[in-house]
C-alpha cells in the first residue's frame, strides 16, 4: 500500500482481556515505531524496530505490553490483561532507517477498554 | 528531564493571515527536529524537518525556524486557510543512542476563522 496500515482501527474491550494491534509499515521501510497517544496528548514513544529485532523498547509501560515484527515488515503490539490506563490511540510509523528522516505514521488503532 | 513544549495551547487565526506556532526543547543534544499536523481522527502527517546544522528551511507554504542558542522551533504558515485548522506537533530527536524515537511536544490547536 502507498501508507502504513493499522488494523483494527478500533478496539472495545473488557479489563483483564489482551489485544493484539497490527501494523503493515510503507514497503521498503526498515525502521517501525510504535506510539501511544491519550485524549488530548502528544505522542509517547512504546518500542522501536530496526528489521526484526528492537533495539529500543524504554518505552513500553509495564511487562504486559509487547510486540513483535516479523520478516522486517508487518508488526504487532500486544496488550496482556489490559486496564482502563490503557485506554488511547495506538499509532504506528515507519521510515527508511532510523536516521534524521520523517516518519510516517498510520491512523491509529482507537482503544477503549470497558 | 527531556521535554519538547508548546508555548500556546490554541491560536486562533483569520483566513489568509499567517501563522506562527512555536516550540521550546529541552535537550540541546537533539539533532533533528519535525513539524506534524493531525486533523480529528488521522495520524500525524508530516509537514516539515530541519537539522541541526540548518536554521530555516522552506517548503510550500511553510517555514521552520531553529534557534539553537535558546532552543526554539517555529512554524510559520503562509496565507492560513480553513484546511489548514488542526493540531500541531513538534518533535526532536535526540542525538545518538541506538534509536530514532521522537519525542514530541502536547500540541497546538490552530483554528482558522473565515
Known amino acids: 500500500g502507498a501508507g502504513v496500515s493499522q488494523s483494527p482501527s478500533n478496539k472495545v474491550t473488557e479489563k483483564g482481556k489482551d489485544v493484539e494491534l497490527r501494523c503493515d509499515p510503507i514497503?521498503?521501510?526498515?525502521?517501525l515505531y510504535w506510539y501511544r497517544q491519550r485524549l488530548g496528548q502528544g505522542l509517547e514513544f512504546l518500542i522501536y524496530f530496526q528489521g526484526n529485532s528492537a533495539p529500543d523498547k524504554s518505552g513500553l509501560p509495564s511487562d504486559r505490553f509487547s510486540a513483535e515484527r516479523t520478516g522486517g515488515s508487518v508488526s504487532t503490539l500486544t496488550i496482556q490483561r489490559t486496564q482502563q490506563e490503557d485506554s488511547a490511540v495506538y499509532l504506528c510509523?515507519?521510515?527508511?532507517?532510523?536516521?534524521?528522516?520523517?516518519?510516517?505514521f498510520g491512523d491509529g488503532t482507537r482503544l477503549s477498554i470497558l | 528531564g527531556e521535554s519538547v513544549g508548546l508555548h500556546l495551547p490554541t491560536l486562533s487565526v483569520q483566513e489568509g493571515d499567517n501563522s506562527i506556532i512555536n516550540c521550546a526543547y529541552s535537550n540541546s543534544a537533539s539533532d533533528y527536529f519535525i513539524w506534524y499536523k493531525q486533523e480529528s481522527g488521522k495520524g500525524p502527517q508530516f509537514i516539515i524537518d530541519?537539522?541541526?546544522?540548518?536554521d530555516k528551511r522552506q517548503g510550500q507554504r511553510v517555514t521552520v525556524l531553529l534557534n539553537k542558542t535558546v532552543k526554539h522551533l517555529s512554524l510559520q504558515i503562509a496565507a492560513t486557510q480553513p484546511g489548514d485548522s488542526a493540531v500541531y506537533f513538534c518533535a526532536e530527536k535526540p542525538y545518538g543512542g541506538n534509536t530514532g524515537k521522537l519525542i514530541f511536544g502536547q500540541g497546538t490547536t490552530l483554528q482558522v476563522k473565515p
Open positions: 530541519i537539522r541541526s546544522n540548518m
Open positions: 510509523a515507519s521510515s527508511w532507517d532510523r536516521g534524521n528522516q520523517p516518519q510516517h
Open positions: 514497503s521498503g521501510h526498515t525502521a
